[in-house]
């Protein structure tokens, strides 16, 4: 006798739904006979009456079966006819594959802002309309007519934006590359999705920081990689663990954030750059070096990113248009050798033939017009501006209660609680008085940490927030 396993993560009552379900399929239980009672069942099965009856729920939502009163419970004669036919479970394909789903509280706050528009959003990672040039990109548009060719791009990316990258990277981050190195993505997650899929194997061991966004990138577990963490303290990461993990697990890939890291807002010492690149090249290990907030220097001070001193050619070096300019724009782009770029771009060509070619024109344009430099200086006075204001509630709203280091630059304020308190329970907490933020540990840090992103709320809406993020802190600490 089958008997459901309970030390699955599967619910029990899954599990005897998906049960009855095969055996159906194959006949044992015929169109129109009678199964046994949800008392019967649970005898046979050890389980709780409850729990059968979730199961018979559930095969009747996919009208599998059918009760009537007072004629018990029958497979479905409308659904499998005389010749047994049924839809397909899609709840199970649902649940497989090989691409991991978003981590649970990345998928609840997502839930909760669709559900509820007016909650304060502290969690995502996107400029808010404000701090994007609107106007001037509808100027562009309005002056150049993007419609001269609708045919697929160019699957390394439009060439006129490629030039201007060019120009771009040499003036505003030291980098000096050529159209032919360069891969325009539709941000930073396809790039890393590019490099993930393509340049690794599955059981290939990889480096990344302590926190770090990447743990909540389903996407590196997905391709199967092993993830060994380079520990992030005031100064960014301690590039003589780097060796350590090359010893102990043969990494093969470096991935790092050094200019106002997500979530830490940290910023990695020069003396730490210079050595990070010294043992990379070492033992001649790639560097995949995600840079979207450099330019976003609340001072505007030149923040030089690896690779502009990068004598070796060790980075790959990734960019995006989505935090200096407008997340809706959906441009990034890759700097590679060329032979990196190559195979990259013929990858991407077989997921979607290329991005589209009007948002890369209007990319270009922007790039290259007047309209770049101020957009700049506003973006980071605006943010300096709201992180001021979430600093300034913070100390109104939790004194003695949080710490935090002030960044210098980037969209993220990262804070330990002083009070322990579990992840789960505080961000439900919060969503009930309307204020969504990150727990930490979604970047696999320890609980006791959460990161408040001050770029999508409006800047009204910060001292709210806060008020409300504080009043759900103490119902958990009373």
């Known amino acids: 006798m089958w008997k459901p396993d309970r030390q699955s993560q599967k619910p029990l009552y899954e ?87 978003n981590v649970p509280f990345l998928r609840r706050i997502r839930e909760a802002l669709s559900q509820t528009p007016s909650m304060i959003d502290f969690a995502s990672g996107e400029l808010s309309g404000d701090l994007s040039p609107m ?36 003036q505003y981050r030291g980098i000096q590359t050529t159209e032919s190195s360069i891969l325009i993505t539709s941000g930073s997650q396809q790039s890393l999705f590019l490099i993930t899929q393509c340049l690794l194997s599955p059981g290939d061991a990889v480096a990344i920081e302590d926190p770090s966004y990447c743990y909540s990138l389903p996407m590196f577990q997905s391709a199967g990689l092993r993830l060994f963490r380079l520990p992030v303290d005031r100064d960014g990461v301690r590039p003589e663990d780097i060796r350590t993990l090359y010893k102990k697990h043969r990494i093969k890939m470096i991935f790092t954030n050094p200019n106002y890291q997500n979530p830490t807002g940290t910023f990695l010492t020069d003396e730490r750059r210079n050595k990070l690149l010294e043992i990379a090249s070492e033992l ?13 220097d609340y001072e505007g001070e030149f923040c030089p990113p690896l690779k502009s001193v990068d004598p070796h050619g ?25 032979a990196i770029v190559e195979r990259l771009a013929d990858a991407r060509q077989q997921m979607d033939f290329g991005l589209s070619v009007i948002p890369q024109q209007v990319a ?12 700049l200086n506003r973006l980071r006075m605006q943010l300096r501006y709201k992180r001021d204001l979430l600093i300034e509630a913070l100390q109104k709203e939790l004194p003695g209660l949080i710490q935090y280091n002030i960044p210098q630059g980037g969209i993220h304020m990262w804070c330990k609680l002083v009070p322990e308190v579990n992840d789960a329970k505080l961000l439900e907490e919060g969503i009930k008085k309307g204020v969504v933020f990150v727990p930490g540990s979604v970047y696999g840090s320890d609980s006791g940490y959460v990161r408040f992103t001050f770029a999508r709320a409006k800047e009204e809406d910060i001292g709210p927030g806060i008020a409300a993020f504080a009043e759900a802190l103490r119902e958990l600490i009373k």
Do not use: C
């Open 135 to 170: 106007n001037e990109i509808a100027m562009l548009m309005d002056e150049h007519h993007y419609t001269s060719y609708l045919g697929y791009a160019n699957p390394q990316g439009y060439i006129p934006l490629r030039q201007a990258l060019v120009a771009y990277l040499d």
């Open 314 to 338: 060790n980075i790959i070096y990734i960019g995006s248009f989505s935090k200096i300019v407008a997340s809706g724009l959906r441009i990034g782009w890759m700097v590679a050798p060329h």
């Open 284 to 296: 001649g290990l790639p560097i995949v070096e995600d840079d979207p907030y450099s330019l976003t």
């Open 364 to 375: 270009a344009q922007f790039l290259i017009s007047s309209h770049f430099e101020p957009q």
């Open 15 to 101: 599990q005897i739904a998906d049960h009855l379900e095969q055996k159906i399929s194959y006949g044992e239980f015929p169109p129109g006979s009678l199964l046994p009672s949800e008392r019967k069942l649970a005898e046979q099965l050890g389980v709780n009456r409850s729990t059968v009856i979730l199961a018979f729920a559930e095969l009747r939502s996919m009208g599998i079966i059918e009760s009537r009163s007072g004629s018990g419970t029958r497979v479905s004669q409308y659904k499998w006819g005389a010749t047994p036919r049924h839809t397909p479970n899609w709840k199970r394909y649902a649940e497989g594959g090989s691409f991991l789903p």
